[in-house]
């Protein structure tokens, strides 16, 4: 075979699907390896962890009261005695806020930018696979960590209110009872929402990382706007805005512990993660692919 017959076969090979599988699993496995990430993952371990040992420590055991109202973080605390599989809801209460966002913001951050300070980018781009390409690779990579993030968090408060606590029959929020069966597909569901609500806010991390040639700078700017917007959500006078900024339906998944479901706050918060997500994403696509990269 010719080197003009072969040259379009390799193209094709090079940009089938299972080659661009190869680069996210690539990306995956140099992602998850970091000690970075591990540190990360490791403190979102010990989140349950701490909260399964001082709520234990705190009521010796006992159930201090009975079915919770109508907040997440609260709500689901006093029912941790009653039931461990709470805790997995009360932690992720606890980390939603601050720590999982934090920890999605350093490897969003870190995503573009990182490869720009290491010198790999150019040679990255060499490659086949296409700034666009690559830029969505980079995007999975951050929402698959989003997903192990949220799992890790929640697993690990399975096995400690499991180990801690009595299991069984859940008291919703609602105060009717449901399987310990039915109990654990809401858990997994609740998971599974709550990674999906930091798709936006990993969107708004890949474009700052776009912007910069630090990987530090990236993971600080990222971080830093979190922490505004979140400022910004907490300031009654600017009630107008709230309903558009990214955390404001976060805890949204709360609605999933009721009976019957309340479905219309979980549906604004995933509608405004896609919004986001769509944004931030064209912004994002728009300065890499127009991006100079000389080093």
Request: glycine share 12%; charged share 10%; net charge positive.
């Amino acid at each position: 075979m010719s080197q003009a017959e072969s040259a379009p076969r390799a193209a094709r090979v090079r940009k089938s699907p299972l080659w661009t599988f190869g680069i996210l699993r690539s990306e995956l496995v140099t992602t998850l390896r970091r000690w970075r990430t591990l540190a990360l993952l490791g403190v979102l371990a010990a989140v349950p962890v701490l909260i399964g040992i001082a709520v234990r420590v705190e009521t010796g055991g006992g159930s201090p009261h009975g079915p919770g109202g109508g907040g997440a973080g609260p709500a689901f605390l006093s029912q941790v005695t009653n039931n461990g599989l709470f805790l997995v809801f009360a932690a992720l209460a606890v980390t939603l806020p601050v720590f999982l966002p934090m920890a999605v913001g350093v490897v969003a951050g870190d995503s573009i930018a990182g490869e720009a300070n290491a010198g790999t980018l150019r040679y990255l781009l060499v490659a086949p696979a296409g700034r666009t390409r690559l830029l969505l690779t980079k995007y999975a990579s951050v929402l698959v960590f989003c997903l192990v993030a949220t799992l890790v968090v929640a697993l690990s408060a399975l096995a400690v209110g499991a180990l801690l606590f009595p299991v069984g029959e859940v008291t919703t929020i609602s105060g009717t009872r449901i399987g310990f069966g039915e109990g654990l597909l809401r858990a997994g569901l609740v998971a599974v929402v709550v990674a999906a609500s930091l798709i936006g806010f990993a969107a708004v991390g890949l474009f700052i990382s776009t912007l910069t040639g630090s990987g530090i700078a990236a993971m600080a700017a990222t971080v830093g706007i979190l922490i505004t917007i979140q400022i910004v959500d907490g300031i009654p006078q600017l009630s107008g805005i709230h309903p558009y900024l990214f955390p404001h339906y976060w805890m949204s998944y709360a609605d999933l512990m009721r009976a019957p479901v309340y479905w219309d706050e979980v549906v604004r918060n995933l509608g405004l993660q896609g919004l986001y997500a769509a944004v931030f994403g064209s912004a994002a696509w728009a300065r890499f692919t127009a991006k100079d990269i000389t080093a």
